[in-house]
Each structure stands twice: as C-alpha cells, then as structure tokens.
C-alpha cells in the first residue's frame, strides 16, 4: 500500500449505530487530518493530530471522536449520527504540521446516514 | 463574505482550449496557494503550489497569483477530455498549518 489508505470506502449507519472510519498513511508523516466534504461546499478542517497529539478541534460535535494511536493511524469514531452528517470524509497527512506542508488526501469514505 | 470564492461551475469548454479556473479570496494574510485535482469518487490529488505571488508553470498547466487582487488563477492549455474533473483551490497564511478550500469548479472539455 502508498500513500493514504482510508477504509471503509463506503458506510451506511443508521442513527443509533456506532462505526469507525480508519485512515493509515504510508509516507512517514507526522501530522494527520481529518476533513468532512459535503455537496457544494468547501472542505471542512475537523481534526488535526501531530505526533499523535490533537492540536486542533475545529467545533466539531462530540458525536465524532478521533483518535490517533500512533503517527501512521487515524481514526474517526461515530455514534448518535444525524442525516446532515451524511458526506465524504476524507483523511490527509503531512510531513509536519504547517502552512507549507503538503497535504496528501486519501480517496475518502463516503457516510450515509439514514 | 466567504473567505474564498470559486465559482462552481461546470465550466465547459472544447478540446485544445485554453482553460482559466480562479479563486477570489479576501484574507490579506493568505500566501501558500494550492490546485487539487478531485476525480469523482476520490480525494484530493495536489496538482500545483505557489508561494506568495507571481506564476508557475508546469506542463500544460500555469498557477498565476495576483495578490494585490487577492485571485489566484490556474491555466491550462492544449485542454483534453481527461482533464475533466473538480479542480479545488485552498490557501493559508503563515503560522497556521489550517487550508481554506475553495468549493470546488467542475470541468469538462468536450472532445
């Protein structure tokens, strides 16, 4: 595997469930993202880890926890979803956390809350 | 005010136009200035990054930044089929790891 990997490529959760998005990148970055994108609107920041630590909380809601066990891992834990969470979730890592780092996305998971 | 603007098109054009995509944005403070690519189904791929202003070129294509206008622009020439696609614009300032994308124009150039 290269690159950014992110599985499942597609989910369908009812409100109730719990699931869990997972994103490994094989380029020996140090920081990680994680990224909502909806229909017609830009990409929305969510989560930022660097070296394993959170360094940002872009005003997400509590019912979508990230967890990031080591550099190459990522995780987006979901429950209690609503319908309007319904999008493209796209992971991304960087050599380090920074303006001029390259962002590299994986192909994303598309959420379909029902 | 959105702090960028992209206009999301679909922008239609013939095969072996000159293609011009452009961002608008309002934060001063803006200097890294980025060109994705988006096939449908996948995520971002980096097709181009300037610094502060002035143009680059690669290939066919040309990222041109007029930071007095605050617009960002990207050339493509000699444009093919394959180049359609969603092409996203996303800039940041110094100090601040944060991307602002734009919402994302879609191509399609017709053989």
């Known amino acids: 595997e290269t690159g950014v990997t992110q599985t499942p490529r597609h989910l369908v959760m009812g409100m109730t469930n719990k699931k869990s998005l997972k994103c490994e990148q094989h380029?020996?970055?140090?920081?990680m993202y994680w990224y909502k994108q909806s229909a017609k609107k830009p990409l929305e920041l969510m989560f930022v880890?660097?070296?394993?630590?959170?360094?940002e909380n872009n005003s997400v809601p509590s019912r979508f926890s990230p967890e990031c066990p080591n550099s190459s891992h990522l995780f987006l834990h979901l429950h209690t979803l609503q319908p309007e969470d319904s999008a493209l979730y796209l992971c991304?890592?960087?050599?380090?956390?920074?303006?001029?780092?390259?962002?590299?996305f994986g192909p994303g998971t598309r959420l379909l809350v029902l | 005010q959105k702090e960028v603007e992209q206009d999301p098109g679909p922008l239609s054009v013939p095969e072996g136009a000159i293609v011009s995509l452009n961002c608008t944005y309002s934060?001063?403070?803006?200097?890294?200035f980025m060109w994705y690519r988006q096939y449908s189904r996948k995520g971002p791929e980096l097709l181009m990054y300037?610094?502060?202003?002035g143009n680059k070129e690669d290939g066919r294509f040309t990222a041109q930044v007029d930071k007095s206008s605050k617009y960002i622009s990207l050339f493509i020439r000699d444009s093919q089929p394959s180049d359609s696609v969603t092409y996203l614009c996303?800039?940041?300032?110094?100090?601040?790891?944060?991307?602002?994308f734009g919402t994302g124009t879609r191509l399609k150039v017709l053989a």
């Open positions: 991304a890592s960087s050599q380090e956390e920074g303006a001029l780092e390259t962002q590299y």
């Open positions: 380029l020996g970055h140090n920081a």
């Open positions: 880890y660097s070296l394993e630590e959170r360094v």
């Open positions: 934060n001063s403070a803006f200097q890294y």
């Open positions: 300037t610094y502060s202003s």
């Open positions: 996303a800039m940041s300032g110094p100090g601040t790891y944060k991307y602002i």
